[in-house]
């Protein structure tokens, strides 16, 4: 286990008041929390100080195209039984923000970190972490993420000499050959819901067969390994065969796999299934994910959607017609500019629902819901399209910035 923090170097001091102090001004000017200028900042001044504020921690790193916010949140919260957290519970989720995180965690055990997918190898090598969660890969931000096998190569080969314990999907291919290298591999079977990037073999790019749950590739043996923990329907299975029930206020299938793999991220430090299964608990929202919100006498409930395999799960979660919807999608360098991905959503699942279709691109996504048969109204923001809802609930799906508008609006 991690031990007392070492002093810091006079110029690590330097950095880390430095890196507060422009986090602080940024707060005072309005322009968000500050913690990716202040790590800026602070990185500037010490290019090392990532590696030092960690060197007394328990790290464990979480990455995934999806649910890596939440499943941080969630791991966070059962570490707390064993020990003081640090966290970057926010989601600045790239190297200057995880620093600004670990400043703050003089005090702390564990550090839980939230990666970016692109950066796991770099920040992997930094803070020498003692496990590493890989949750999921699919499509995501096509103008400038790398092709998702081309991202399982690169985690592979990044974390092929890491000595952490990986707690990895056994259920995701593409995750799979991410982790094959590892030593210390720990399977999940946590499920796959969208497959349409892991068709094909990641090690040699033949068809993969998918009878059931499994998986395997008939042409290079490749295949789906045995996991050791599982999700079966609200329980979590252990090693040694107990079922665990997840009671989460959380909604839907994807935050109880996020359960499953944050209980054997848990176990790992000795933290029993039962006592952080209860303590997940106590999360309600994530980020602003989830909350329901009052605006305009209605009840707005706020859902997040990135990209293709985020939608999937997200029609999943909302009520059923005629609950009316709102759609909000933006495409500014946060979310990727790139708004092809919008075809490959179903849709037609929404069919039946009052839509309405706001954001920077809801033109784009206008014609996306033509194509489909969807019948929506386009509105000029949000409150136009939660005045043309009923009274009643209204869920509302966005993704990146759009969310963080619709936030600003209608959580006020």
């Known amino acids: 286990m991690a031990g007392n923090a070492e002093p810091l170097s006079p110029r690590a001091k330097l950095a880390v008041t430095a890196g507060r102090a422009a986090a602080a001004m940024s707060r005072a000017a309005g322009r968000g929390s500050g913690s990716v200028i202040g790590g800026k900042v602070a990185l500037r001044l010490d290019p090392d100080l990532l590696a030092r504020l960690a060197r007394h921690l328990d790290v464990i790193l979480v990455s995934a195209t999806n649910g890596k916010t939440t499943t941080t949140r969630l791991i966070a919260e059962a570490l707390r039984a064993a020990g003081g957290v640090v966290s970057n519970a926010l ?3 790239m190297p200057a923000g995880i620093t600004s995180a670990l400043a703050g965690g003089s005090e702390a055990q564990y550090a839980v970190i939230e990666v970016d997918e692109k950066y796991l190898a770099t920040v992997a090598r930094d803070v020498t972490p003692k496990a590493i969660a890989l949750l999921n890969l699919s499509r995501d931000q096509l103008d400038r993420a790398a092709e998702t096998r081309m991202l399982a190569e ?24 991410a982790a094959s290298d590892s030593p210390n591999v720990v399977w999940v079977a946590a499920g796959q819901e969208w497959k349409d990037d892991a068709w094909s073999c990641p090690a040699c790019g033949g068809v993969m067969q998918r009878p059931g749950d499994d998986w395997f590739c008939g042409e290079c043996g490749f295949r789906r390994p045995v996991p050791t923990w599982a999700l079966s329907g609200d329980q979590v299975l252990d090693p040694h065969g107990s079922a665990w029930p997840i009671r989460l206020q959380l909604p839907g299938r994807a935050n109880k796999a996020n359960a499953a793999t944050s209980a054997a991220v848990a176990a790992a430090f000795g933290v029993a299934p039962q006592v952080a299964l209860e303590r997940m608990y106590a999360v309600t929202a994530v980020a602003g994910r989830y909350d329901v919100v009052q605006y305009q006498d209605r009840d707005v409930r706020l859902l997040l959607a990135k990209n293709p395999a985020g939608w999937l799960e997200t029609f999943s979660l909302i009520d059923p017609p005629p609950a009316p919807v709102i759609l909000s999608v933006n495409a500014r360098s946060a979310d990727g500019t790139d708004t092809s991905w919008l075809w490959d959503v179903d849709y037609g699942r929404l069919a039946g629902h009052p839509i309405c279709v706001i954001g920077d691109r809801r033109l784009d996504l206008a014609v996306r819901l033509e194509v489909a048969g969807v019948d929506f109204q386009v509105c000029q923001g949000p409150e136009e399209a939660v005045r043309m809802c009923p009274p009643g609930r209204i869920e509302a799906i966005a993704n990146y910035t759009a969310f963080q508008d619709l936030r600003r609006v209608v959580g006020n």
């Open 154 to 177: 690169r985690w592979r080969e990044g974390l092929a000499g890491q000595k952490a314990v990986v707690i990895a999907n056994a259920d995701d291919p593409l995750i799979v050959w």
């Open 91 to 93: 989601g600045a989720n």
